[in-house]
């Protein structure tokens, strides 16, 4: 059985960081592009950063550049997203995917985890 869990949100004040895992299971990570996306409510998810498993530059939002940082670690199973200088639009539940490409595609997503920036 795949799945993939988030941790490491909650609460920040505007300014400070927080930082975003994503543990998977049942899968060989390394086979697979992973990416985190948010979804503030009232709103559509949106694309975050994603990784690829090959290994090319990493790609963000223009509203997070600079300030977000994704990193994965294959040996561990695991997607990472570092969250600078946050600001209170950033507050969302914060969503990783793993996904596979090909013959059968697959996407895997984790449950969630809430930030919320708030002073």
């Known amino acids: 059985q795949v799945q993939l869990v988030e941790s490491g949100g909650g609460l920040a004040q505007p300014g400070e960081s927080l930082s975003l895992s994503c543990a998977a299971s049942g899968i060989i990570f390394g086979f697979y592009d992973t990416a985190w996306s948010r979804q503030a409510p009232g709103q559509q998810r949106e694309l975050v950063a994603r990784i690829t498993r090959d290994g090319s530059p990493p790609t963000y939002a223009d509203s997070v550049k600079g300030r977000f940082t994704i990193s994965r670690d294959n040996a561990k199973n695991t997607v990472y997203l570092q969250m600078n200088t946050l600001k209170p639009e950033d507050t969302a539940v914060y969503y990783c995917?793993?996904?596979?490409?090909?013959?059968?595609?697959?996407?895997?997503w984790g449950p969630g985890t809430q930030v919320t920036v708030s002073s």
């Open positions: 995917n793993a996904e596979r490409r090909g013959i059968v595609p697959v996407n895997y």
